[in-house]
């Protein structure tokens, strides 16, 4: 269970105070890219291969992309051979970004797995955001006109001083009927959970 976000500066959080904020997330390791008008970040739970193979944000070998990744990837050894990549490791860490680097946007198209991914676009300065098909790893955002925050958890997107905590009573009676929420919508009436 590793911790992965994105924030616009201008979102006022403090890039020391979300790293902290996710370290129960991922406890052995913490990074962020620092970038003109953003950060993205990552706290690592060092589960499958060395912590080094995992060490994240991941910039392509292009210098195209950044990635920040939580969950696995199930067919790595297909893609292994199916792109004849030669890693160092069996971490689906450094062949994700082996594909981000060989595929671009289109990575997405080959990956079987549990994860949440956020991929941020150097030349296009864009943020792309995907959850797998079953919706098994959260990510949450939010996003202004100026703005925009996602993360793993919820409580990461109260460190910014423009988010007022509003409450969504719709959302909390279908959590109560339903037991969860279907759709985009969370507890809190600004907030979203990214869909499948």
């Known amino acids: 269970m590793c911790g992965i976000y994105f924030f616009t500066k201008n979102s006022l959080i403090s890039k020391e105070n979300i790293k902290k904020n996710l370290k129960h997330r991922g406890p052995d390791y913490n990074g962020q890219v620092d970038l003109k008008h ?16 995992s060490k994240q944000p991941m910039i392509t070998e292009n210098e195209n992309f950044i990635i920040a990744f939580n969950g696995e990837i199930y067919n790595t050894d ?22 981000v680097n060989l595929k671009g946007l289109d990575f997405i198209k080959y990956i079987k797995g549990m994860y949440a991914i956020i ?20 990510l949450y955002y ?22 007022k905590k509003k409450v969504n009573y719709n959302s909390i009676y279908e959590a109560c009927v339903v037991g ?3 759709n985009e919508n969370t507890i809190f009436s600004n907030i979203k959970k990214l869909l499948p």
């Open 38 to 53: 953003s950060i993205i970040g990552f706290n690592l739970l060092s589960i499958r291969e060395k912590i080094d193979f």
């Open 78 to 99: 297909k893609l292994k051979k199916q792109f004849n990549f030669k890693v160092s490791s069996d971490s689906d860490s450094e062949i994700l970004n082996r594909l």
């Open 119 to 138: 991929l941020y676009d150097k030349n296009n300065k864009l943020v792309h955001a995907y959850r797998d098909k079953s919706g098994q790893k959260n």
């Open 180 to 182: 969860y929420n279907p």
């Open 142 to 163: 939010l996003e202004g006109c100026e703005f925009f925050i996602i993360s793993s958890e919820i409580h990461t997107l109260f460190e910014s001083s423009i988010l």
